[in-house]
């Protein structure tokens, strides 16, 4: 196997990852564990992140290496629009509030509206990493 048909099968891979955790949010959501769904929807869209950055030969082993890049390689760049680099930021955020601090809570409107929000990071991220830059 080639190098690029490597990368290219680590992208479907971790787009494939970040669809079914999207669907676990979905679930938990509808399980009415906010808590849960929110930490999933960060998860999602981080795999789908992650896969964009494959077809630049970047891996971090930090979050917010990650989350450095996406500001970096596709905001600042004008690549993706700012709002979505913002929406990362705030899942980024309600992740470690989710995971992290007891008692953290989430309403229902809010994490419908980021399982929204991820559905259409993960289709800009899907479109960036069929068509590197």
């Known amino acids: 196997m080639t190098e690029e ?33 929110m930490s999933r929807v960060y998860y999602a869209c981080f795999h789908a992140l992650s896969a964009v950055l494959v077809t630049r030969k970047l891996v971090f082993s930090r979050h917010a290496g990650v989350r450095a890049a996406l500001h970096q390689l596709l905001v600042k760049t004008g690549r993706i629009d700012a709002a979505l680099g913002r929406f990362y930021d705030e899942v980024f955020e309600a992740r470690q509030e989710a995971d992290y601090v007891m008692g953290a809570s989430f309403d229902t409107e809010t994490v419908a509206e980021c399982i929204a929000g991820a559905d259409q990071f993960i289709d800009v991220m899907q479109r960036i990493a069929t068509d590197p830059f």
């Open 5 to 37: 048909e490597a990368a290219r099968e680590a992208v479907a891979r971790l787009m494939e990852r970040a669809r079914k955790v999207l669907a676990a949010a979905q679930r938990d959501y509808q399980a009415d564990d906010m808590e849960s769904a």
